[in-house]
């Protein structure tokens, strides 16, 4: 699968075309959106091709494509598989993009029960535990414990934002795992957190 765009994300060389199509046209266009990049939301392809977000679900429906959530789970039901130091269902959002032992991507998208009811304001710990789960999601190992964590909370999070988490094995010392996550809400880094964990493997 093309993650061309969650990766640009992260080197922040993003560049979104803005068109202005008639309606087959713009349904043909939005096919090929989708399949380079199947996390868009409503919202965004609104923005890309200059329609209301309503026309955009009116297309989906005429060309059979499914809601953003459905197609982020089917993406992530394949990952799930490879998985070995935690339980699929253990992740905190959807796993979309996972190499054993390098590397891995998630996608969260807050609901209301993540967030502080008067400023709507997702809570830190849910972005903590995604960040920590797809820490210990990407360890080639079959069990895996957070030893250290060097976190840090770079802006507000809202209820309505996505947030997508990378991350990065980028060193291995015995049984040690050095882990860097960060995670991005519209392009602008939220949350960033080193991990060393500790694969229990040889002790088992």
Known sequence: MNLDYI???FR???RVARLNLPKKARQRALLERLKADPFLTDEELSDIFHVSVQTIRLDRLELGIPELRERIKNVAERNYEKIRAIGGQEIVGELIELELGKSGISILTPTEDMVFQRTKIVRGHYIYAQAESLA???IDAKVALIGV????YKTPVYLGDKLVAKAEVVRRRGNKYFVWVKTKVNHQEAFRGKFILVSMDDEQ
């Open 149 to 152: 964590a060097n976190i840090k």
């Open 12 to 14: 922040g060389d993003l």
């Open 136 to 138: 210990i999601a990407v």
């Open 7 to 9: 990766h640009g994300i």
